[in-house]
């Protein structure tokens, strides 16, 4: 599976855990998620979301093609996900309220990120696994 792009259509999910997932490249795809909502309308994905795991996605690329702005998200954990250079974050999310976000310090210093602003505003919220 190269994405996972329905996830964006589940309104109530609070927890999303994906580990092990051989091939996936994207979670949410720009692409697909604009042929979609053409046909099912703009939905607000991730209203719910909670926490966000990502474990052994060896071939992820990306996240989401735009920043993520779930309102109640509260914590991001990533691991073993080599290909993955950036978080779909912008610095407003952490001023709202505290994320954690976990995974290896080797991954998080190679991250690149939209802005050294962005960076900053993330940093604190860093803990190393």
């Known amino acids: 599976m190269k994405d996972l792009t329905w996830l964006a259509f589940v309104p109530q999910l609070q927890q999303l855990v994906i580990s092990y997932c051989r091939g996936t490249e994207e979670i949410i795809s720009g692409e697909k998620f604009s042929e979609v909502s053409e046909i099912m309308g703009e939905p607000n994905f991730f209203a719910q979301l909670e926490s966000l795991s990502i474990f052994g996605l060896e071939e992820l690329k990306s ?8 309102p109640k998200l509260k914590q991001i ?3 073993q996900c080599p290909q993955l250079q ?4 912008k610095s407003s999310n952490v001023k ?4 954690v976000i976990e995974g ?3 991954c998080w ?3 690149e990120w ?9 940093s604190t919220c860093f803990v190393p696994i």
């Open 96 to 99: 709202e309220r505290q994320i």
């Open 86 to 89: 950036k978080l779909p974050l």
């Open 77 to 79: 954990a990533v691991l």
């Open 109 to 111: 210093e190679e991250l």
């Open 114 to 122: 939209e802005d050294e602003a962005t960076k900053n505003a993330f």
């Open 104 to 106: 290896e310090k080797e």
């Open 63 to 70: 996240i989401c093609w735009s920043p993520l702005t779930p």
